[in-house]
């Protein structure tokens, strides 16, 4: 079993061989992830995030990593570092705070 089932979740199922043909981005993707899952399937991912960046994992342990979890993204090919991409995911699926009521 994974130490990281969330994220496997995530990866697999939401960053698969066809992402870029389902979502223009990978944050398009993750869009979709944070519409389509429940607030605690989100908040479980992140904490897996925050896990798996606490390591001293270097780049090449988070591509593999990523990859055995079943990401098909690889950052790089944009530009990025796994670690960078790795942190924006984590950012992205923080809860946005509530406007304050009228």
Known sequence: MSDYPTLEN????YFHQD????????DAVIDYYRGAESADQ???AREELDRLLAQDYDEHALAQLAR????????????????????????????RPRPAPR
């Open 10 to 13: 995530l990866f697999a199922a």
């Open 19 to 26: 992402w870029a043909a389902e979502h223009a981005t990978a």
């Open 42 to 44: 989100v908040e479980a």
């Open 68 to 95: 055995g979890l079943g990401s098909e993204y690889d950052p790089t090919r944009e530009g990025r570092s796994w670690r960078d991409w790795l942190e924006s995911l984590r950012q992205r699926l923080t809860p």
